[in-house]
């Protein structure tokens, strides 16, 4: 069984600044995909980021790039000239590859951007 | 635009019940997912299904059962509501193969906004 670990429960820093947010994974597959979800205050699940684990390239969307070490089953979401709408709930979530579509979750991390 | 519409925002019930939780997605997705989420351990699946009136057990479905009678509908019933069930509901839901945008449909899942439940 995969699992996920999200070992930072809250985060808080301040506005333009860098945060890492930090997600490591167990599993014996050898491809899967990997990805962060952002849930806002509206409870809207966001995709905001995923990687596709044979890709060595690590995946950038804008301000959002990822930091996937596939040896180390580390998978670190960085947020770049952080925003006040960058706080929300942000979880990491695994999924086999082939299969049902099942993603399996972290804990969450909720990230606070102070003014 | 992509929809997954859960009927109730929030929901408050009596130890007994039995509750309905409804899904509607628009977009002719076979598989339809059922998650729970509690604070401090995220995201957890009950049941899935990838078909009209197929059904599979995630992680956690004791105390749960669900119902698919047509492609855009999933149903997840609590058949006697108890207090440790109190959570917010998740529904998702994704495409198997292909889709107008080849294979980049395949690994994504649409939620929608949640029921948050409570039962006292």
């Known amino acids: 069984a995969q699992t996920v670990t999200q070992s930072q429960p809250e985060m808080s820093v301040q506005e333009a600044e860098t945060v890492t947010l930090s997600c490591t994974y167990d599993t014996s597959e050898s491809n899967y995909y990997l990805f962060w979800y952002k849930q806002p205050p509206s409870r809207q699940m966001i995709l905001v980021i995923r990687q596709e684990a044979y890709k060595q390239q690590n995946a950038t969307e804008n301000r959002f790039s990822v930091n996937f070490q596939k040896a180390a089953k580390s998978f670190s979401l960085k947020i770049s000239d952080s925003q006040l709408g960058d706080t929300a709930m942000y979880f990491c979530?695994?999924?086999?590859?082939?299969?049902?579509?099942?993603?399996?979750f972290g804990q969450g991390t909720r990230l606070t951007i102070n003014p | 635009d992509v929809k997954v519409t859960q009927s109730s925002r929030y929901l408050v019930k009596r130890t007994g019940e039995k509750v309905f939780l409804e899904c509607v997605q628009d977009?002719?997705?076979?598989?339809m997912f059922w998650y729970r989420q509690d604070p401090g351990l995220g995201l957890r699946l009950i049941y899935f299904?990838?078909?009209?009136?197929?059904?599979e057990k995630g992680d956690i479905p004791e105390g749960y059962s669900v119902s698919r009678e047509k492609k855009e509908r999933f149903s997840l019933i609590l058949e006697s509501a108890s207090t440790n069930q109190t959570s917010m509901y998740l529904c998702?839901?994704?495409?198997?193969?292909?889709?107008?945008?080849?294979?980049?449909?395949?690994?994504?899942?649409?939620f929608g906004s949640g029921t948050q439940l409570s039962v006292l």
């Open positions: 998702a839901s994704s495409q198997t193969n292909g889709g107008s945008e080849g294979g980049a449909l395949n690994e994504k899942l649409f």
């Open positions: 299904s990838y078909d009209v009136k197929m059904k």
């Open positions: 979530a695994f999924m086999k590859h082939a299969g049902a579509q099942k993603l399996v």
């Open positions: 977009m002719d997705h076979e598989n």
